[in-house]
């Protein structure tokens, strides 16, 4: 088998971490693996594999001979470097939100769309975390009977921004509630700690924030389905690991919960948890860590004949970033389409 020359931009970041382990779990053919950040981070050392790796810093000349390059550093690193990595011969998986909308960017997620890996040109995007684990859990059902509207309603644990800054901020938060001093926020709006915030991402002219619309957005390229109505409302909650989100679906016609949860028990990347007898259903602590999305709570939505009710909760670090990544540079290599002619 082929090995590839992977790089990692982002490297020493939440998500950059968990692309390591993603890498080392899935035993992804790596030949080399290059560590990128930016230059506070130049000389630092992590681990690959058993084998201590230097971090460097990101400049054009690091993409020289990369097959692989997986970016989670931020949009305007995306911006600026992405393309010059395609351009030196590597194919860019980026977890930004840099190129998502991009009509020449594929937006995948292997279990719903693998086939628009084949039209890359140098970059495919990884669609936002919250959008993943719904579109998962949403595309089997959506094929047996079309989806016409979605309200979905999302719990967003912290590490969906601001890093490590961002799990600093909720435990140093909650530890001056609970000791009666005031906390100053930094990374959030508002006190996170035993707070829940309904901003996340920056307010648009519509009022929606932009997380909201890319669910929307972002909805309709992955599953091909330009027509799907999709209402989201986006709320940030202390939680460390794991987005929970209750969704709303309204489909073309009426479909049963058993039917729906015997289409998600076959569906490729869901695990179905539901039982009300016993209170199993997902939850956020206990989705951390691992790689599937699970649904649970699954019944008839009482406000619709043709809607369906459930919670659907993903470990965002994972399935919403670094192993849908992977994932996508697995099903690459899979079609054949390294190569992005430049
Ligand atoms: N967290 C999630 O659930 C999630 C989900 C989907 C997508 N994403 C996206 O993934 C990206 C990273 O998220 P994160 O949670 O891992 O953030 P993070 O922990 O703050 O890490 C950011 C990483 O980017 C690097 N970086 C920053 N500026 C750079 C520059 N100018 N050049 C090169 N590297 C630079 C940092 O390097 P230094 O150590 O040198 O600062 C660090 O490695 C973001 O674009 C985010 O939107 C995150």
Redesign the pocket.
């Known amino acids: 088998m082929s090995e590839y020359r992977v790089a990692i ?10 692309f390591i382990n993603v890498l080392e779990q899935r035993d992804f053919p790596m030949l080399s693996v290059k560590l ?7 000389g ?1 050392k992590l681990f690959v594999r058993h084998q201590e790796i230097e ?1 460097e ?2 400049v054009p000349e690091s993409f020289e001979g990369i097959d692989i390059a997986l ?8 911006r ?2 992405a393309p010059i990595a395609a351009k030196a011969g590597a194919v860019v998986i ?5 190129w998502r909308m991009e009509k020449a960017v594929p937006l995948v997620v292997p279990e719903i769309n693998p086939e628009d890996c084949k039209w890359h040109k140098g970059i495919i995007a ?4 919250s959008t ?1 684990q719904m579109v998962v859990a949403l595309y089997p059902l959506h094929k047996v009977n079309p989806i016409k509207r979605i309200i979905v309603d999302t719990y ?2 912290v ?8 799990l600093e901020e909720l435990t140093t938060q909650a530890r001056q509630v609970l000791g009666g001093e005031p906390t100053v926020p930094h990374v959030f709006p508002h006190q996170i700690a035993f707070n829940v915030l309904p901003e996340i991402d920056v307010f648009l002219d519509n009022d929606y924030t932009k997380e909201e619309w890319k669910m929307l957005e972002e909805t309709r390229k992955i599953m091909h389905a330009d027509t799907i109505a999709v209402s989201a409302t986006c709320v940030r909650v202390p939680v460390f ?1 794991g ?1 929970s989100e209750a969704v709303h679906v309204e489909f073309s016609h009426p479909m049963t919960p058993d039917e729906a949860r015997q289409i998600l028990a076959r569906a490729p990347g869901v695990k179905v948890l539901d039982d009300n007898s016993v209170s199993l259903y997902p939850t956020a602590w206990q989705s951390a860590r691992t790689d599937d999305v699970f649904v649970g709570r699954i019944r008839q939505d009482a406000s619709h004949a043709n809607g369906l009710a459930m919670w659907v909760v993903a470990d ?2 994972r399935k ?3 192993l849908n990544a992977v994932q996508i540079a697995e099903e690459v290599i899979k079609q054949g389409c390294l190569s992005s002619g430049g």
């Open positions: 931009v982002g490297a020493t970041g939440l998500v950059g971490q968990e990128l950040a930016s230059d506070r981070s130049a630092r971090v810093e990101t970016f989670s550093a931020g949009g305007d690193t995306s600026h470097f980026d977890n930004s939100s840099a990884n669609p936002n975390c993943i967003q644990s590490s969906g921004v601001g890093g490590a800054a961002a690991i987005h965002n670090l919403g970033a670094a």
